[in-house]
């Protein structure tokens, strides 16, 4: 080992679950470790809920100890690409895939390139790179990339979607895991990623995992589809992280919106209408969505028309433990695009799968599904959340209030932070120094095509306009006499101010938008919750804590 890769396993550091996996134990056995061993190294870095501790020094005492088992060749090569590759691993995984595929050493060591080398002796290359991505995808460093699904998933959607697909495509792919997992064994599979690092992986492991090319392309798929016009029987999405921030202005007229435009606060609703645009007739789209997709008001209008189309067949409620980013539950929905006029579906059937083991096995249950027609979802709430339409068994209720009152402390977590801070501002009179919008549209200072307003010149903020365009006068301005509500975004007035003042207000409507949306999310759970524990209480399934069920008298 030379000098340069010797002072980066001095200085790497490893978490508890690393330990773990060097001694061969359970984290629950380090933990003991640390509590009874007075001499276990103490942390080097990290948070005191997760530290982190000295790569050398936790071998050391390993080793005095007498315990745990040797180091295989692929954990020591994990640990050495950790150290020259300090929270770059996938850029290093993707060299290291493309070492095993076509010799080319990239940024990889002399150390890295040796073991290597002893493992490609032990196993194929198909094997080391399949083992060296699973790893990956189920350890701390994946943390922070665009896309990656856990095995975990995979497996789900694999077993729940068309297993016969000639063609999968994948508009986040990641590192290939979700692409290379679904349809036929030998499907025709594209996709597209906006990290070329993931692609890089990804074509490399479709080579050798798959011994065949998948054609995997770079780019921002919603900003810059890669794939316009490319249509497949199977399309599957694990979408990144909700965002506001994924280009909503710029794709106001995008023909990819056929149900409606997603709102700003939406963009899981704008992957699942970007997946569904690269179906085919008769095709499948198997969307990875958070359960608030399911009730969110901001939704409401694309859900309708997913329903009311006859589009959506399947949601499938699955059990928390599957997501790469978050320890929630998901729900998988699925969409057939329909082949003619008469193919739409009449009914979407709804499945409880909460209960199964986050490794499964899956398969689609003989119970715990219900199929409800159209018209029963077409309310003013479109609600598809499925456990509204499977009344959970007296057995099962106290677990479902149990989570539900989980799910609400995280959803409460933090709101009240979002609530912008505002303090005491005098009395001020606006209508000296208004603008109407009309006038403003007229400059070419802002567009009112589409659902909302937007500003079209760097000197207007466009939450400052949105924010301003809300408010009380311009509302009672847009109604009419008979108080029917109608939009008449011309006759608008907003204040004119600088351009830092207008940003400064256009933060705090935003907050203020985050906050509104945070606060419906946690009263449609509030309601959920009382009204099941209500059931429970009334129906003898459930009793006050402390007590059991009494007769009267």
Known sequence: MDSRDRTAADEQQVTAADIARLAGVTRAAVSNWRRRHDDFPTPAGGTSSSPLFSLTAVRAWLERQHKGVEESTEVRLWHTLRGDHPGRMLPAL?????????????????????????????????????????????????????????????RALAALTD??????????CG??????????????????????DAVRLA????????????????????????????????????PPPATTEWGREELLMDPRWELAVPPKAESELAWLQHAYAHTEPGGQAAVVLSTSCAYRRTGRRTRAELVRRGLLTDVV?????????????????????PTGTDDAARSVRMWDMTGVAPDGPWAWPEEGWAEVPLIDLLDDEVDLTPGRYLAPGSEDLAEVVAALREELCRAAEGIDGLLPE???????????AQVRVGDLVDAGLVDVAGEAPRAVDERLDTDFLRGFMAAPANTRRSTSASGTHR????????????????RRYGAAFRALEEFERRAEELAALARRAAELTREGLTSGALAPEGTGPRSIG
């Open 94 to 154: 993707a060299d290291t895939v493309g070492y095993l595929l076509d010799g080319g050493r990239g940024g990889l060591g002399d150390e890295a390139v040796r073991l290597l080398r002893e493992l490609v002796a032990e196993a194929s290359p198909a094997e080391v790179s399949r083992a060296l991505a699973e790893r990956f995808l189920n350890a701390g460093e994946r943390a922070g990339t665009p896309s990656g699904s856990t095995t975990r998933l995979v």
């Open 163 to 172: 297993r016969t697909a000639a063609g999968v495509f994948d508009p986040a």
């Open 175 to 196: 590192t290939g895991e979700l692409l290379f997992g679904v349809g036929a064994p030998d499907a025709e599979r594209t996709g597209q990623d906006i990290d070329p």
């Open 203 to 238: 074509r490399a492991r479709a080579e050798l995992e798959q011994g065949a090319g998948a054609d995997i392309r770079v780019g921002d798929a919603l900003r810059s589809d890669r794939w316009e016009g490319h249509r497949v029987p199977l399309v599957v999405c694990d």
């Open 317 to 337: 409620a699955l059990p928390a433990g599957l997501a790469a980013a978050h320890a929630q539950p998901v729900h998988l929905w699925l969409l057939r695009r």
């Open 422 to 432: 505002v303090s005491a501002a005098g009395p001020v009179e606006w209508s000296g």
């Open 487 to 502: 939009t008449d975004a011309r006759s608008a007035r907003i204040p004119q101010m600088g351009t830092d003042d207008q």
